[in-house]
């Protein structure tokens, strides 16, 4: 139901769905008054003849059977009478009232005083037939009158009993057609919507699939020569630029690392071969210094041009599955005794194994890189506490201290390149490679100091396929 299908079938339904209720509600309102204009013409044509009848007729014994009988006729003649009827006729009557108001005869169901006193407490205007409810009546009654030359008034009554159930059986089929049209009103617009979106979906899909290492895929394509097709068609030409552009920026930082490094490796080699057991001390350290140097070189060219790359989403991968626990207690071995020389202490706290899909050797250097800040920034005598835990998919480690933590002026920059504490004498790109690394593999990185004092960071990585589900 969070589909755009769902939503976009829904509003078309609803749209439809009002409009067609409007058509039916206008078309039965049409019914309606065609039928009540029928009963009004059928009432002032009989009303007009038996007022006809009236006058013609002598005022003799035989004046009431005459009309009586004439109204009689009339009422065999209802429109819209259904034929299965009672043989009583009570949806139609005749009376006509003296000069003072009074019955003077009666043709219809019952005795006609409740008619007369409905009438006598209405005002119906001659050739305008009008509502009147009768007591007794759950239905009103459509009346015509017409006035006689005696002064005496002849009405004629029309339940409009029929006339409501034809237009509630009218009602009923229009709402069951209504609810027909609008069932596959819905499934047709669903339908066509969900087929139209699905090749977006695909579009979506596919692009979704294209990582960072992989842009040699492309999104599907249609023959149909729609907006759809032209969006996947530009999506293509875009990736085609987009991998051409990469292979262009893979080229560049390959060859400029390979015209960088070379020379230094030159040097760096001349440099150690120059040195000999016979050298005295004031001797050797320049050149052992001018090794580091070149170490350092080396390291801030390697960590730039990675930083580059993934900031340029272009940070090459080579995954497998790689077990965090493992890694960090075989880095923790390593630099224990360089930490424990300087008098820091390191600790895991970790349930077991934690499997990543990642580059090993990235995610060594990256854990490597957070082990060098300790090392450089963190004074004697302080302890760094890892945390290592496996939750909702993603595998966590948080790294934090009881030192003097980040300075308050870069703490909202801390990732950034060159940006580092004013104590610090590096390059400030230690901790914009570890965004770079955990970014490329579709992680995030925070950074920030203790409440208690320190600082924490916080990495977090997605666990290797069909782990932590």
Same mark, same amino acid.
């Given at each position: 139901?969070?589909?755009?299908?769902?939503?976009?079938?829904?509003?078309?339904?609803?749209?439809?769905?009002?409009?067609?209720?409007?058509?039916?509600?206008?078309?039965?309102?049409?019914?309606?008054?065609?039928?009540?204009?029928?009963?009004?013409?059928?009432?002032?044509?009989?009303?007009?003849?038996?007022?006809?009848?009236?006058?013609?007729?002598?005022?003799?014994?035989?004046?009431?059977?005459?009309?009586?009988?004439?109204?009689?006729?009339?009422?065999?003649?209802?429109?819209?009478?259904?034929?299965?009827?009672?043989?009583?006729?009570?949806?139609?009557?005749?009376?006509?009232?003296?000069?003072?108001?009074?019955?003077?005869?009666?043709?219809?169901?019952?005795?006609?005083?409740?008619?007369?006193?409905?009438?006598?407490?209405?005002?119906?205007?001659?050739?305008?037939?009008?509502?009147?409810?009768?007591?007794?009546?759950?239905?009103?009654?459509?009346?015509?009158?017409?006035?006689?030359?005696?002064?005496?008034?002849?009405?004629?009554?029309?339940?409009?009993?029929?006339?409501?159930?034809?237009?509630?059986?009218?009602?009923?089929?229009?709402?069951?057609?209504?609810?027909?049209?609008?069932?596959?009103?819905?499934?047709?617009?669903?339908?066509?919507?969900?087929?139209?979106?699905?090749?977006?979906?695909?579009?979506?899909?596919?692009?979704?699939?294209?990582?960072?290492?992989? #842009? /040699?895929?492309?999104?599907?394509?249609?023959?149909?020569?729609? +907006?759809?097709?032209?969006? $996947? =068609?530009? %999506? @293509? &030409?875009?990736?085609?630029?987009?991998?051409?552009?990469?292979?262009?920026?893979?080229?560049?930082?390959?060859?400029?690392?390979?015209?960088?490094?070379?020379?230094?490796?030159?040097?760096?080699?001349?440099?150690?071969?120059?040195?000999?057991?016979?050298?005295?001390?004031?001797?050797?350290?320049?050149?052992?210094?001018?090794?580091?140097?070149?170490?350092? #070189? /080396?390291?801030?060219?390697?960590?730039?041009?990675?930083?580059? +790359?993934?900031?340029?989403? $272009? =940070?090459? %991968? @080579? &995954?497998?599955?790689?077990?965090?626990?493992?890694?960090?207690?075989?880095?923790?071995?390593?630099?224990?005794?360089?930490?424990?020389?300087?008098?820091?202490?390191?600790?895991?706290?970790?349930?077991?194994?934690?499997?990543?899909?990642?580059?090993?050797?990235?995610?060594?250097?990256?854990?490597?890189?957070?082990?060098?800040?300790?090392?450089?920034?963190?004074?004697?005598?302080?302890?760094?506490?890892?945390?290592?835990?496996?939750?909702?998919?993603?595998?966590? =480690?948080? %790294?934090?201290?009881?030192?003097?933590?980040?300075?308050?002026?870069?703490?909202?920059?801390?990732?950034?390149?060159?940006?580092?504490?004013?104590?610090?004498?590096?390059?400030?790109?230690?901790?914009?490679?570890?965004?770079?690394?955990?970014?490329?593999?579709?992680?995030?990185?925070?950074?920030?100091?203790?409440?208690?004092?320190?600082?924490?960071?916080?990495?977090?990585?997605?666990?290797?396929?069909?782990?932590?589900?």
């Amino acid at each position: 139901m969070r589909s755009a299908a769902w939503r976009i079938s829904l509003w078309a339904t609803l749209a439809f769905a009002c409009g067609t209720m409007v058509v039916f509600i206008g078309l039965h309102r049409f019914v309606a008054d065609d039928i009540q204009r029928r009963s009004d013409a059928w009432l002032s044509g009989e009303v007009e003849v038996l007022g006809d009848v009236a006058e013609r007729t002598p005022k003799d014994a035989l004046y009431n059977r005459v009309v009586g009988e004439v109204a009689e006729l009339a009422g065999k003649e209802v429109p819209n009478k259904l034929a299965a009827e009672s043989s009583e006729n009570d949806s139609v009557f005749f009376l006509q009232t003296g000069s003072d108001g009074s019955m003077r005869l009666w043709v219809g169901a019952g005795d006609g005083k409740p008619d007369l006193r409905a009438i006598q407490a209405s005002r119906i205007l001659p050739d305008h037939p009008s509502d009147l409810r009768i007591q007794g009546f759950g239905v009103p009654f459509r009346v015509a009158s017409t006035r006689i030359d005696d002064g005496s008034y002849i009405y004629l009554g029309l339940s409009e009993r029929d006339e409501l159930r034809v237009l509630r059986s009218l009602g009923l089929r229009f709402f069951l057609l209504w609810l027909l049209l609008v069932f596959f009103g819905f499934i047709i617009v669903f339908y066509t919507t969900r087929r139209m979106l699905s090749h977006i979906r695909g579009i979506t899909e596919a692009a979704s699939r294209i990582g960072h290492s992989d #842009l /040699t895929a492309r999104v599907p394509t249609a023959r149909r020569n729609d +907006e759809v097709s032209h969006l $996947a =068609l530009t %999506l @293509n &030409r875009m990736l085609d630029r987009i991998e051409s552009s990469m292979h262009q920026l893979h080229t560049i930082t390959d060859a400029l690392a390979h015209d960088l490094r070379s020379p230094l490796t030159a040097i760096r080699g001349k440099l150690e071969m120059s040195l000999s057991p016979a050298m005295q001390g004031e001797q050797v350290e320049p050149i052992v210094s001018a090794i580091e140097e070149l170490d350092r #070189l /080396t390291d801030f060219l390697n960590k730039s041009l990675d930083v580059a +790359e993934a900031k340029a989403d $272009a =940070l090459r %991968l @080579n &995954r497998a599955v790689v077990d965090l626990d493992e890694l960090l207690r075989i880095m923790i071995d390593l630099y224990e005794p360089s930490m424990s020389e300087k008098g820091l202490q390191i600790s895991l706290r970790s349930h077991g194994p934690v499997e990543i899909d990642a580059d090993e050797a990235l995610i060594h250097r990256m854990i490597a890189n957070l082990f060098d800040n300790e090392l450089k920034h963190l004074p004697a005598g302080r302890a760094v506490m890892l945390r290592l835990a496996a939750d909702a998919g993603s595998a966590l =480690l948080i %790294l934090e201290d009881d030192g003097p933590g980040f300075d308050a002026e870069i703490g909202d920059r801390l990732f950034e390149r060159r940006v580092k504490g004013k104590a610090s004498n590096g390059h400030g790109l230690g901790l914009a490679f570890v965004d770079a690394v955990v970014r490329a593999h579709g992680g995030s990185v925070t950074a920030g100091n203790r409440e208690g004092g320190g600082a924490r960071i916080a990495v977090t990585l997605p666990l290797a396929s069909g782990l932590g589900q």
